[in-house]
């Protein structure tokens, strides 16, 4: 089977109520017939070094993650590598993963930070009625971006995302 294009990578902890939103982004993708056919979608709790070598099989990288600081519904903007210097096994930010990609497989592929906003965070709770709320508005702007080719969100028509 041929590759797609695009990877979306959602990540985020389901259990603490809206960090769970770029897990149900990418769960969204998946379901969609028209987005499926484009992009391959991988979810997780965290970015790992493992997603470097899947990232750099792609022409498109879509991050997808839940933000306390995003602005409402939600940020989309491009990323590039940038090495950040981290004393934990367990925080690796989306840049530092495209920094990764590029060192080990010389490879950059074109990456952008889906950011939705979210406001609480407890353990084994529903999202909230808010967030729920971005994430449809985060899934349609997503969509219309992959349908249109992926073009930047600055040069984007109306008509690309149905809007007249």
Same mark, same amino acid.
């Given at each position: ?16 109520? =809206?960090?769970? +939103?770029?897990? &149900?982004? *990418? ?6 017939? /028209? @987005? ?7 979810? =997780?709790?965290? +970015?790992?070094? &493992?997603? *470097? ?6 022409? /498109? @990288? ?103």
């Amino acid at each position: 089977m041929a590759k797609k294009r695009c990877i979306i990578l959602g990540y985020g902890n389901p259990g603490c109520q =809206d960090d769970g +939103l770029g897990v &149900e982004l *990418a769960a969204l993708a998946e379901r969609d017939p /028209v @987005v499926s056919q484009i992009c391959d979608v991988e979810v =997780d709790y965290q +970015l790992n070094i &493992e997603d *470097a070598l899947t990232i750099s099989e792609y022409e /498109v @990288v879509v991050f997808a993650d839940a933000s306390i600081n995003a602005e409402e519904p939600f940020s989309f903007m491009r990323i590039e590598p940038s090495l950040e210097i981290s004393f934990t096994t367990h925080t690796l930010s989306a840049e530092s993963l495209l920094a990764l990609c590029h060192e080990l497989n010389r490879k950059a592929p074109e990456a952008y930070m889906l950011a939705i906003r979210g406001y609480e965070w407890e353990m084994g709770q529903v999202m909230s009625q808010k967030a729920c709320e971005n994430l449809s508005k985060a899934y349609a702007f997503f969509s219309g971006f992959v349908s249109c080719g992926f073009t930047s969100p600055a040069a984007v028509t109306q008509d690309c995302f149905g809007v007249h």
